[in-house]
């Protein structure tokens, strides 16, 4: 066990280790192993087994529901397994299975190269990348996964194992959207691109108190922009305390960007107007404060084949504490093959997030409850949901997440390699022997 650390209860750093993202979480892990190579991932692995602990893995701690953090379990914690090496001429990079997605960014920008990641720099490459990893230059090189180009794995046997398109191909086509279901990935390799360093945010505000007709009529020429937007476009939007903020993130050169800007006057006369170029770095880590931790989070996710009339006209009369974002696909995400691996719903048009944030606790039961209901109003309108966001959603959030042809492919390979479900504190997709309820 070269590098492997132990924490329990009352050590120094245990409390660190165990807090995640969202403070709603709080739960105390028997054994903290804190992984500092393959090997102690291997030995974690053991001791769980020996000792009949439920396993929690950790990377960045952003499942919004702490899957990371078994209660009175063995959370094994990879951050300490955080190193990213780049290797220019053949734009790869070999992620650790504990790093965050600002350790990929910092390896990669400054030779011009980057992979699509997420839109906040302390969330983990790990959880991110193995549900699919949707970012600002996925309509342009395909989701996080799509970009992944091999894995190393720790089986639930304790093998080591290489997973790609050659190797232990099943598995690999599991890893790619199926979470952490199949294994514990000690390192990713990813396919870099030449992105520049380089982009531009647009933002348009209008005021919903204005008339919700004409927010209303706003929004539907965005996304109706939205369909034939340039690849290096992102539609981006949120509804949140009565104003509806409709534009796009720009990868690339600024003027282009600036240029393709002249299509959102056409949405009226906003109330507020921000056209800002950053650097992709800056890009990447802007929302890091506003979605920072120790706050109370409760999260819905849905996925739109079409943001109709109807819906946006539901989206607007959101309940102004919950903040509702949506964000385009399509491009290059939507031209894999569905059955290329296990993500899913490539079809979609906008992605949507009912978000609501709150620190006190006596607050919970309802602050939650109008996350709930105003997620339930958008139901209708939805095919399924992106596997990162979903919450307390159980068996039907995971029908959401994948079609039935899917479902079964998962679980016949959740047969093969974890046919005793070691790894289920996740989004679960049980062994047939635990059929679903
Ligand atoms: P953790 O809680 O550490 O891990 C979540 C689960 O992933 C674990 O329970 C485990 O099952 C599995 N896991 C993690 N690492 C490994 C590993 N190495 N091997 C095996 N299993 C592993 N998603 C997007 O697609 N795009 C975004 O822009 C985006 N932004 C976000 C911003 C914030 C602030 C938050 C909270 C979430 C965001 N998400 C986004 C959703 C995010 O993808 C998920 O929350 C994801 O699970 C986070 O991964 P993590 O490693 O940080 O989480």
Not at 180 to 207: D, I, K, M, W, Y
Not at 237 to 243: C, H, K, L, Q
Not at 318 to 328: F, N, Y
Request: aromatic content about 6%; glycine content about 12%.
């Amino acid at each position: 066990m070269a590098g492997i650390e132990f924490l329990r209860p009352g050590d120094e750093g245990y409390d660190e280790s165990r807090r995640v993202w969202n403070a709603m979480v709080d739960r105390r892990p028997a054994l903290i192993a804190r992984c500092r190579e393959t090997q102690d991932v291997v030995a974690a692995i053991a001791l769980a087994r020996r000792e009949g602990l439920e396993i929690g893995v950790r990377c960045g701690g952003h499942s919004v529901v702490g899957l990371a953090v078994p209660e009175g379990g063995l959370m094994i914690d990879l951050t300490p397994m955080g190193a990213v090496r780049v290797d220019v001429e053949r734009r790869r990079a070999w992620v650790q299975g504990g790093a965050l997605l600002g350790a990929l960014d910092a390896a990669t920008q400054p030779h011009g190269l980057a992979t699509t990641a997420g839109n906040v720099s302390h969330t983990g490459v790990g959880g991110l990348t193995l549900g699919g990893g949707m970012g600002w230059l996925a309509r342009e090189y395909g989701l996080s996964c799509d970009n992944v180009l091999s894995c190393e794995v720790v089986t639930a046997a304790g093998d080591v194992v290489r997973a790609s398109a050659e190797e232990n191909a099943e598995l690999f086509w599991g890893l790619r959207g199926g979470g952490g279901n199949f294994g514990v990935v000690t390192e990713f390799e990813f396919q870099l691109h030449e992105t520049g360093t380089r982009a531009l945010s647009v933002e348009l505000e209008f005021p919903i108190a204005d008339g919700v007709a004409d927010a209303a009529s706003a929004m539907g020429r965005w996304r109706d922009l939205a369909a034939t937007a340039p690849r290096s476009a992102t539609y981006a939007a949120s509804v949140m305390r009565g104003v509806v903020t409709l534009g796009f993130v720009w990868v690339g050169d600024p003027a282009e960007g600036r240029e393709h800007a002249r299509a959102l006057e056409t949405l009226g006369r906003p109330s507020e107007r921000r056209v800002v170029e950053l650097s992709y770095l800056d890009l990447q880590r802007r929302e890091d404060s506003i979605e920072g931790h120790a706050i109370r989070r409760y999260w819905k996710g849905h996925y739109f084949h079409e943001l109709t009339d109807s819906a946006i006209d539901v989206l607007l009369k959101h309940d102004p504490s919950v903040g509702a974002s949506l964000q385009a696909y399509g491009g290059a995400i939507a031209e894999v093959p569905d059955d290329a691996m296990a993500f899913s719903q490539r079809a979609t048009a906008f992605e949507y997030v009912g978000a609501a944030r709150w620190t006190d606790p006596a607050e919970d039961a309802t602050r939650i409850a109008t996350a709930r209901e105003s997620a339930a109003g958008l139901e209708p309108f939805a095919s399924g949901a992106y596997v990162n966001v979903l919450g307390d959603d159980g068996v039907a959030g995971v029908r959401r997440a994948y079609p039935p042809a899917k479902l079964a492919r998962l679980t016949a390979l959740k047969d093969a390699v974890d046919p005793d479900n070691l790894f289920h504190l996740n989004q679960n997709i049980p062994p047939s022997t635990a059929a679903h309820s």
